[in-house]
């Protein structure tokens, strides 16, 4: 079996090496995986959240999308899409917000910091948390519960988040699966041994220490940013200590063991620190050219990176749509089209319904029909259009039903075709049960 990874990956920015190094290569080498099924996604409502500057936006979408692309990502293997293009999200957002608790949102330590910065300005709690802020984890939950991710690789900060989205899962779950499970439940997977980078002071390698060295930047800006590296003030000559150099600890992020145990021999044997940034430059240089080519020519093609993007969008929504319309179903947004009511028992008890669903499959449309208690009663052939299925649901309700036992299932037929079958029945007792219930569900009210 497959396991299906997803993740995220928030617009607001534009790659450096520490992103390249802790999340995008592991997580390209991962979809490699031929048991990966994996689903990478633009998070670009996130980026709605933290960032209000159009320009930005579009500009890191760009950016982040040509990044994965040039490091190596497969678009045909793996499901490769913006979450904006995705309209199933926001609806299912809203699908989970009415079942989240507040009391769990209050809880989100992104809402807390803010909320605890706020009162130790003396400020508003609130002040400034938008509703994006506080339902952030909420459509995080969309994004992973929409596609029944097994998978959830995140950094350490998002663990919080998944737990969420397990939880909010759980309550949906609960009240409307029926004792079926109709979302998965995520896992979170932290990569302990995944690198984090020191950026150029020996701090963690991040934007908001603006101490980061560009992906695909030029040869030139790789080079002075290596130049920028802070290090120690041994003179050429004498001897460094590489496990104290966080310019070594870089170097190790990229080299061979061999191109490491030179270069840690070198430091010790004197090496002066401009020679080491230069040996640092060249090794990014290398391992990094190929793909800034690629980075490069991609970001001048943006309309072929449209294209790529909607193509991973329809391949996504091939799995939303359909489950989105089986999520609305569960929750009462129901067609009024399809629902019959069943022949009451005595007409005293109220007449309780049963409905017909339609639902869309790879080969074509198709419906089932369940009982009151949400039992599946028929599920007919593939239809080419859903008019042609919504046809035959008519006919059944307003025509003699034609059945016909077949071993231990049955088949209902128009003009002499199956069109539906039921589900296989034990014995043949329990089969013409069901031919009964169901000639009850389809009777004509009076
Ligand atoms: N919140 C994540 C981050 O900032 C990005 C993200 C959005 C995400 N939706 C997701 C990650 C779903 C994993 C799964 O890093």
Redesign the pocket.
């Known amino acids: 079996m497959t396991t299906r990874i997803?993740?995220?990956?928030?617009t607001t920015g534009t790659p450096h090496l520490g992103n390249y190094a802790g999340a995008i290569r592991p997580a390209i080498v991962a979809s490699r995986d031929p048991q990966a099924d994996s689903f990478y996604f633009l998070?670009d409502y996130?980026a709605l959240i933290k960032c209000d500057d159009p320009a930005r936006i579009q500009r890191s979408r760009l950016e982040i999308a040509a990044t994965w692309l040039a490091c190596g990502l497969d678009a045909d293997k793996a499901t490769f899409y913006r979450?904006s293009d995705i309209p199933e999200i926001p609806e299912l957002t809203w699908l989970l917000t009415c079942v989240s608790a507040k009391g769990l949102l209050n809880r989100a330590h992104a809402y807390k910091a803010s909320v605890d910065k706020n009162v130790e300005a003396g400020e508003d709690p609130d002040a400034g948390v938008t509703m994006g802020l506080y339902s952030?984890p909420v459509?995080?939950a969309a994004?992973?519960l929409m596609f029944n991710a097994h998978k959830?690789p995140?950094?350490r900060?998002?663990i919080q988040?998944?737990e969420m989205a397990r939880d909010i899962g759980q309550r949906f779950n609960h009240l409307f699966g029926n004792g079926k499970e109709l979302f998965t439940l995520p896992e979170v997977v932290i990569e302990e041994d995944v690198a984090t980078l020191p950026g150029l002071d020996g701090r963690k390698m991040s934007k908001s220490y603006d101490n980061t060295i560009p992906l695909f930047g030029s040869a030139k800006q790789l080079k002075d940013a290596v130049a920028r590296i802070v290090t120690d003030s041994r003179a050429p000559g004498e001897p460094k200590d590489p496990d104290n150099s966080h310019l070594f600890t870089l170097y190790q992020a990229f080299s061979t063991h061999e191109q490491e145990a030179a270069f840690r021999a070198e430091l010790l044997g004197g090496l002066a620190w401009g020679e080491a940034k230069q040996r640092l430059f060249e090794l990014l240089d290398n391992e990094l050219g190929e793909a800034r080519e690629r980075y490069h020519a991609l970001i001048t093609r943006p309309a072929d990176l449209e294209d790529i993007l909607l193509a991973g969008a329809a391949k996504a929504r091939r799995i939303a749509t359909p489950f989105l319309g089986e999520l609305r179903e569960a929750v009462g947004l129901r067609s009024f089209r399809e629902q019959v009511q069943v022949a009451s028992e005595g007409k005293k008890k109220a007449a309780k319904a049963a409905r017909f669903v339609s639902f869309r499959e790879d080969d074509g449309f198709r419906f089932r029909l369940l009982d009151a208690a949400g039992e599946q009663l028929l599920l007919s052939i593939a239809f080419a259009d859903g008019k042609a299925a919504g046809q035959v649901t008519k006919r059944l309700q307003s025509e003699e039903l034609d059945l016909h036992a077949e071993l231990n299932a049955f088949s209902v037929r128009l003009d002499g075709e199956a069109v539906a079958y039921s589900p296989e029945f034990s014995t043949d007792t329990e089969r013409d049960a069901a031919m009964q219930r169901l000639r009850e569900a389809l009777a004509p009210q009076e």
């Open positions: 997803l993740t995220g990956i928030t998070a996130h979450q952030y459509l995080m994004d992973i959830v995140v950094g900060d998002q988040h998944v």
